[in-house]
């Protein structure tokens, strides 16, 4: 019994670990500080040299004005292994991410790959980050020739429904996601 106690409560840590993870992408993605900062325990450092190193809290408010200037950003997290040892955990995953941007009419995209090697702490039930090491491993820029939305560019799936709109996708907390998440995530907790 003691054997499927301690491999449940290691499922459920890899869970939580794995759930802060992704929250940290999505985070980034609509631009929802509260729950980008909610993924450091308070006091949690970040270490993206030579961009930024220093408080986790530093780091994001160095981050968001470099991020709202961006068209969209789109962050992938894979590849995720955790290693759990009671109330401290280490982890790695693998980051993709695009940054789109337009820089004197001419837009540009921004693709990163790296892994985040990170030491969580379990403090009163709650999985964070205590430090974030970013190992940033290759990128490229390009220059978009179209865009979705140009003129010019050609129809490879013909719409059946064209009279209907999407929902929302957006960058910020208007996005329709928030309207089927809004339990967790509408009204994310500041902990950094």
Wanted: hydrophobic share 35%; charged share 25%; glycine share 8%.
């Amino acid at each position: 019994m003691e054997t499927i106690l301690t491999n449940l409560e290691e499922m459920e840590s890899r869970f939580a670990i794995t759930d802060v993870l992704h929250r940290y992408a999505r985070g980034l993605d609509r631009m929802d500080k509260a729950m980008t900062l909610s993924c450091w325990h308070a006091g949690g450092t970040d270490d993206h040299a030579p961009m930024y190193a220093g408080s986790a809290a530093g780091f994001i408010e160095w981050l968001w004005p470099v991020h709202a200037s961006l068209e969209m950003t789109h962050h992938n997290i894979s590849n995720i292994l955790i290693d759990v040892d009671g109330d401290r955990a280490g982890s790695e995953c693998y980051w993709h991410v695009t940054l789109r941007k337009n820089v004197d009419g001419v837009w540009w995209d921004s693709i990163s790959q790296g892994r985040y090697v990170d030491r969580f702490e379990r403090i009163d039930g709650v999985w964070a980050i205590r430090h974030r090491q970013s190992l940033h491993d290759w990128n490229r820029t390009e220059k978009l020739a179209l865009r979705r939305g140009d003129q010019g560019l050609p129809v490879i799936v013909v719409p059946n429904n064209p009279e209907v709109s999407p929902p929302p996708n957006r960058r910020d907390l208007g996005d329709y996601s928030y309207q089927v998440l809004k339990r967790r995530f509408g009204a994310a907790k500041q902990q950094a």
